[in-house]
């Protein structure tokens, strides 16, 4: 297993200190986490977290031109 996993097995990050265990986070600036995040607004039941996750994938998309 690797470094990122608690005696408990759940993950920890090493990166981000001040994400809490057992969550991972996505940065809106990195383009494979865009992804992940555009998938999840696609999945999510939450109209309104949806709508407001994609709006910010794609300012940062048109931000990068």
Request: hydrophobic share 35%; proline share 0%; glycine share 4%.
């Amino acid at each position: 297993m690797g470094h990122h996993l608690t005696v408990r097995g759940t993950f920890k990050s090493d990166k981000y200190d001040w994400c809490k265990e057992g969550f991972f986070a996505l940065k809106f600036t990195d383009r494979a986490a865009q992804e992940a995040i555009l998938t999840y607004a696609k999945l999510t039941t939450d109209k309104e977290l949806a709508d407001d996750l994609r709006v910010v994938v794609q300012n940062m998309r048109e931000s990068k031109q």
